[in-house]
Nanobody, 123 residues
Framework: QVQLVESGGGLVQAGGSLRLSCAAS????????MGWFRQAPGKERDFVAA????????YYADSVKGRFTISRAIAKTTVYLQMNSLKPEDTAVYYC????????????????WGQGTQVTVSS
């Protein structure tokens, strides 16, 4: 069983920065690719960013490209999402997820999910 716990969410002004962390545990966690998704009120849970299991490739939604950076600790037990130049439209609950296989842009490819952390960006 893989367990994921997000942290680092909060309230920030537009243009500010925030770093989300995802603490991961489980016997096979190092073989999983990791992703971040977000869900705003009344909307679907959308892809934000992902990193390949070996850390060799990263992927970003067009809406966050150039502003957000996903990274993984060398031990692969913590995944980060550095968010810069935040906009009010970034306001959402952000979820960390682990994928054993599949297209990392597709939320159905993820096997495990954290409980989410709220990010609110004020104008």
């Amino acid at each position: 069983q893989v367990q994921l716990v997000e942290s680092g969410g909060g309230l920030v002004q537009a243009g500010g920065s925030l770093r989300l962390s995802c603490a991961a545990s489980g016997p096979t966690i190092r073989s999983y690719s990791m992703g971040w998704f977000r869900q705003a009120p009344g909307k679907e849970r959308d892809f934000v960013a992902a990193i390949w299991w070996n850390g060799g490739s990263t992927y970003y939604a067009d809406s966050v490209k150039g502003r957000f950076t996903i990274s993984r600790a060398i031990a692969k037990t913590t995944v980060y999402l550095q968010m810069n130049s935040l906009k009010p439209e970034d306001t959402a609950v952000y979820y960390c997820a682990a994928s054993g296989s599949g297209n990392l842009v597709n939320r159905d490819s993820y096997d495990y999910w954290g409980q989410g952390t709220q990010v609110t960006v004020s104008s």
